[in-house]
């Protein structure tokens, strides 16, 4: 499959275990919050969003937690599994751009 | 199935000749966008358009061209392909900036 990343930080969970994947931003004008999933050879996919006036949003088994007071974001997965292995990365969005920025990622792998 | 399909996928060229990647979307989505990916760094956005015939640059424009004639098709034009773009390149599309949909990617090699 593709790389995408060299050097990425890297998790390793065991299947069943609850992964939480961190995300620092840098732009403080940032009110839109994205994180997303990149299977090896894949396009990235859309996981969940947050807005800035929000500081915790669930999905299926996944929970985005913002922390705009140290411009930090997490993403929790929750009874990983080994489908879930994937590079996690997320973006950001300031008020009236219409262009994201991207963090690096993080590797997540699970052993069965 | 809703899908972006881009094309070729993969591309081995030399410096200098002209070519296209293209990228289409079935979904009637306005925004459209292409991103770079390179090891080490982040999605990187290269040119977006809100709606047909309106496109606007994104972090990292140059060397690069696009055009949106009709809202389904977003091609990338490189005029003339250096070195420094070989990279992965991703087209995307959403009703809005935020929820995109990836295409699979095009592996790109300028030697």
């Known amino acids: 499959g593709e790389s995408v990343g060299l050097h990425l930080p890297t998790l390793s969970v065991q299947e069943g275990d609850n992964s939480i994947i961190n995300c620092a931003y840098s732009n403080s004008a940032s009110d839109y919050f994205i994180w997303y999933k990149q299977e090896s050879g894949k396009g990235p996919q859309f996981i969940i969003d947050?807005?800035?006036?929000?500081d915790k949003r669930q999905g299926q088994r996944v929970t985005v937690l913002l922390n705009k007071t140290v411009k930090h974001l997490s993403l929790q997965i929750a009874a990983t599994q080994p489908g879930d292995s994937a590079v996690y990365f997320c973006?950001?969005?300031?008020?009236?751009?219409?262009?994201?920025?991207f963090g690096r990622g993080t590797s997540l792998i699970v052993h069965p | 199935e809703a899908q972006v399909t881009q094309n070729p996928r993969y591309l081995i060229t030399v410096t200098g000749k002209k070519l296209t990647v293209t990228c289409s979307q079935n979904?009637?989505?306005?925004?459209m966008s292409w991103y770079r990916q390179d090891p080490g760094l982040g999605l990187r956005q290269i040119y977006y358009?809100?709606?047909?015939?309106?496109?606007d640059k994104g972090d990292v424009p140059e060397g690069y061209k696009v055009s949106r004639k009709e809202k389904r098709n977003f091609p990338l034009i490189l005029e003339s392909p250096s070195p420094n773009q070989t990279s992965l390149y991703f087209c995307?599309?959403?009703?809005?900036?935020?929820?995109?949909?990836f295409g699979p990617g095009t592996r790109l090699t300028v030697l």
């Open positions: 995307a599309s959403s009703r809005t900036s935020n929820e995109q949909f």
């Open positions: 973006a950001e969005i300031p008020g009236g751009s219409y262009i994201p920025t």
């Open positions: 947050i807005r800035s006036n929000m």
């Open positions: 979904m009637n989505h306005e925004y």
């Open positions: 358009s809100m709606n047909v015939e309106v496109t």
